[in-house]
C-alpha cells in the first residue's frame, strides 16, 4: 500500500551530489519538497531541475527544502548538473540522491509496473517540519511539473496549519480565505474581528488574517 496524506515520510541515509545525508535530519525543522525523476539526462526533467534551482530563494522564504531522487548515479547527476546549468541557466543547488538500488524509490512507492520499466515515475512529496507527509503528486512522463502550484499549496498549508481557515478554489497567497465550518460563529468572531462574508452558512468568506 501507498503511502497517505499524515504518514511520516519514511527515513533514509543515502549518496547525494552533495554528500552522505540522513533524510530525517537533513530536513531538520524545515518542510521538504521530495521529487523523483525517471532518469537523468532526459529532457523534462532538466527542465525541472533548472525551475527548481531558480526557485530556491521562493523555497527559502517558506522555510522548505527541495530535494530530487533518481535511480542513476550521483557521478550522472554531477555530470547531468553540468548539461542543466548549460541549457536552463542555473546550476543544481539542492542534493540530487543515487538511488541505483531504488531503496528510496521503493520506500515511496515510486516504480510503477505498468510504466513498462524499472525507473521512477516523476513523483512529488510535500513533508512538513513533524516530518508527515501533507501533499503528494504524480506526473505522468510527459509533463512538466507546475511549480507554481508546488509553492501555492505550501503557503495553503502553512497558513491553514496557523489560522483557523480554509482556503478555496484557485486560492492565492493574498486572497480572501475560509472560516474553518468547524467554528461557531460565536467562536470565529474571537478569531476574526474584523467580521466575514456569510455566503452561506457553511461558507464564510474573510480576509487572510497574516496579511
Known amino acids: 500500500m501507498g503511502l497517505r496524506l499524515g ?15 540522513d533524510f530525517h535530519q537533513w530536513l531538520g525543522d524545515s518542510w521538504g ?20 534551482a531558480k526557485l530556491k530563494d521562493e523555497f527559502d522564504k517558506r522555510g522548505a527544502k527541495a530535494i ?6 550521483v557521478e550522472d547527476h554531477k555530470a547531468w548538473s553540468r548539461d542543466i546549468e548549460e541549457t536552463q541557466g542555473c546550476a543544481p543547488n539542492f542534493p540530487i540522491i543515487g538511488d541505483t538500488d531504488r531503496k528510496v524509490a ?22 512538513d517540519p513533524n516530518k508527515k507527509i501533507r501533499l503528494t503528486l504524480t506526473y505522468p512522463k510527459s509533463a512538466g511539473r507546475n511549480f507554481a502550484e ?15 481557515v480554509t482556503t478555496p478554489a484557485d486560492w492565492q497567497n493574498g486572497d480572501d480565505v475560509i472560516v474553518s465550518p468547524a467554528l461557531s460563529n460565536e467562536e470565529a468572531k474571537q478569531h476574526f474581528p474584523n467580521g466575514w462574508n456569510e455566503l452561506k452558512p457553511y461558507l464564510r468568506m474573510t480576509k487572510q488574517p497574516n496579511r
Open 7 to 21: 504518514d511520516t515520510a519514511p527515513n533514509f541515509t543515502a549518496d547525494t551530489t552533495e554528500g552522505e545525508i
Open 33 to 52: 519538497v521530495l521529487m523523483s525523476h525517471p532518469a537523468d539526462f532526459t529532457p523534462v526533467c532538466t527542465t525541472e531541475i533548472g525551475a527548481t
Open 68 to 73: 530530487v531522487v533518481s535511480v542513476d548515479s
Open 106 to 127: 521503493e520506500l515511496y512507492d515510486m516504480i510503477h509496473p505498468n510504466e513498462g520499466d524499472t525507473s521512477t515515475v516523476r513523483s512529488v512529496f510535500v513533508i
Open 150 to 164: 508546488i509553492l501555492r499549496v505550501i503557503d495553503s498549508l502553512q497558513l491553514t496549519d496557523n489560522y483557523k
